[in-house]
Structure formats: structure tokens, C-alpha cells
């Protein structure tokens, strides 16, 4: 996939375009290939080492966006997508992220 990678804190010279493993969902999450993705302050402040120092590097930034929901784990497969809520992730500024899921019914 393709993301826009930080390896370092600093101004916009630290992001890049980085070809990154594809995603595979794990117990609880769902692949969501990304349609559009948002930038805001936390981004910024993330990139500018102010917030969140403790992420491990490289980072990929974004918490704001939309997609389609294209895999999801074995209990989700299993459920009505009615029943599934994908909550948040990290990592919108990529071609694909994984979110974190809530069963409503388990």
C-alpha cells in the first residue's frame, strides 16, 4: 500500500510517500481501503513531535477519513454488518488502514 510516512519530527520535509506491507486484519479490526482522508491540528502537532512522542517511528498520521470496509476478521466475518461498528484508527493518510471494531452482538 501507500502511505505517507514521518520518520523523524519535524516541518512537511519529513513526510514522504512509502510503499508499506498491505494490512492484514487481526482479532477485532477490519481493512478499510481509504476514499478521502482529512489533515487537522493533531496531525500537525503529531508531525511536530508536540503531541504523542511515545508512537514508535515511522508514523503514518490521519485520524479523520472515509472508506469502504474491504476484510475484516474471522468473528466479523461470521456477523450481519449490521451488527459490526468500525470505531477509529490511525493512519488514514494511506491507501488502506486498520480500524478497531465493536460487536454489537456477540
Not at 519529513?14 to 482522508?37: K, M, S
Not at 479523520?64 to 456477523?79: F, H, L, Q, Y
Not at 454488518?81 to 456477540?106: F, K, N, R, T
Amino acid at each position: 500500500m501507500k502511505a505517507i510516512v514521518m520518520n523523524r519530527a519535524g516541518g512537511t520535509e519529513v513526510l514522504e510517500l512509502a510503499d508499506r506491507p498491505d494490512p492484514v486484519p487481526g482479532p477485532g479490526q477490519a481493512l478499510v481501503e481509504v476514499a478521502a482522508a482529512g489533515v487537522n491540528f493533531m496531525d500537525t502537532g503529531v508531525r511536530r513531535g508536540q503531541f504523542w512522542p511515545e508512537i514508535p517511528l515511522p508514523r503514518v498520521l490521519g485520524v479523520e477519513g472515509m472508506g469502504r470496509v474491504v476484510a475484516v476478521d474471522e468473528i466479523a466475518a461470521s456477523k450481519p454488518l449490521a451488527d459490526l461498528d468500525p470505531v477509529w484508527g490511525h493512519g488514514m493518510l494511506s491507501s488502506d488502514m486498520l480500524v478497531q471494531m465493536i460487536y454489537s452482538a456477540l
